[in-house]
């Protein structure tokens, strides 16, 4: 553990804006796996998992993500509060257009004016159709339950380039535009501040919901645009986005111009 890494930490937050929240690990298997079992044990609302390392990352549905030294991996615990388990859902979509906001930050204390980040559906983060960061968000209700366990990944100060070839295209990282690094403790301090302004509000309120939904239109970068869709179980499709409805769920034009309502899967820009 380097605690000289993340000296530099200015939290501006009003909630869990202790230092004890944090818990930095040198090399863990995931940061998501460390929080549900530091959940399951009881372990605070708000409590955030960083490791500088983690040998078995993943992404949705089992897939694998690359986490390679330089970049910001960390997940967040965030209870459910009595009576909000209908929320749950909200978190995935939040999580994501927190993590734009503290992206944005990062981005102009980096001086980039040129290229801002979006969203994907359900929450990629990405710049110029690459991916810099994604959102992994697994609840449980087993132990001290029920909890989500907000996994955000970010490609900080590693480089793009340097991930497995399959995906480097795809990929971007905040210091591949930049030019520059950016301290990984002020980047996690930004990214706790962003979540703990969206995630307990979404859970308890429809009116932060309304607005995390308003400002993911906003930032969207797939609306208007051709994606290919997938959901588990049923075959790939090419479609229009155009829009998110109420619950977060995709709203898919087909060919014949009938739109549908995709809740679970992912979309990839067709290209
Ligand atoms: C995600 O899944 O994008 C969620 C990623 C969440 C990672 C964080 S890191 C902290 C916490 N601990 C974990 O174990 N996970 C969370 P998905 O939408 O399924 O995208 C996965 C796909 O992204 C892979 O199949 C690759 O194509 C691509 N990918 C993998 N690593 C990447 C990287 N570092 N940068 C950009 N793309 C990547």
């Known amino acids: 553990m380097t605690i000289r890494e993340f000296t ?12 004890d929240r944090f818990i930095f690990l040198e090399s863990t298997t995931s940061t998501n796996d460390e929080a549900r079992r530091l959940g399951i044990e009881g ?36 209870r459910i509060p009595a009576g909000a388990d209908e929320n749950i859902t909200r978190v995935s979509l939040a999580a994501g ?3 734009l906001a503290a992206l944005d930050r990062i981005f102009e204390s980096l001086g980039v004016t040129g290229s801002r980040p979006g969203l ?8 110029a159709d690459k991916k810099i960061a994604g959102i992994l968000c697994e609840a449980c209700f087993e132990g001290s339950g029920p909890f989500v366990v907000v996994g955000v990944g970010v490609n900080l100060n590693n480089s793009a380039a340097l991930l497995p070839p399959e995906i480097a295209g795809m990929s971007i990282s905040a210091r591949d ?15 706790a501040a962003a979540l703990d302004n969206v995630i307990p509000l979404v ?41 998110i409805d109420e619950f977060g769920r995709l709203i898919a034009r087909d060919s014949d111009g009938s739109e549908r309502a995709i809740e679970y899967g992912e979309t ?4």
């Open 43 to 78: 372990a605070a609302d708000g409590t955030i998992v960083v490791a500088k390392k983690q040998t078995a990352s993943r992404g949705r549905l089992g897939r694998k993500w690359e986490s390679p030294s330089g970049g910001l991996w960390l997940s967040m615990i965030s």
């Open 177 to 191: 535009i930049a030019g520059a690094e950016f301290p990984r403790g002020s980047a996690l301090a930004e990214i």
């Open 97 to 99: 257009v927190a993590a």
């Open 268 to 271: 990839t820009l067709s290209r």
């Open 120 to 127: 994907g559906w359900p929450n990629d983060l990405l710049v």
């Open 203 to 243: 859970l308890q309120s429809n009116e932060a919901w309304s607005k995390v939904l308003e400002k993911w239109r906003d930032r969207c970068i797939l609306l208007g645009r051709e994606v290919a869709l997938s959901s588990p179980g049923a075959a790939r499709t090419k479609a229009v986005a155009v829009g």
């Open 8 to 19: 530099t930490i200015s939290i501006t937050s009003t909630s869990n804006s202790n230092f």
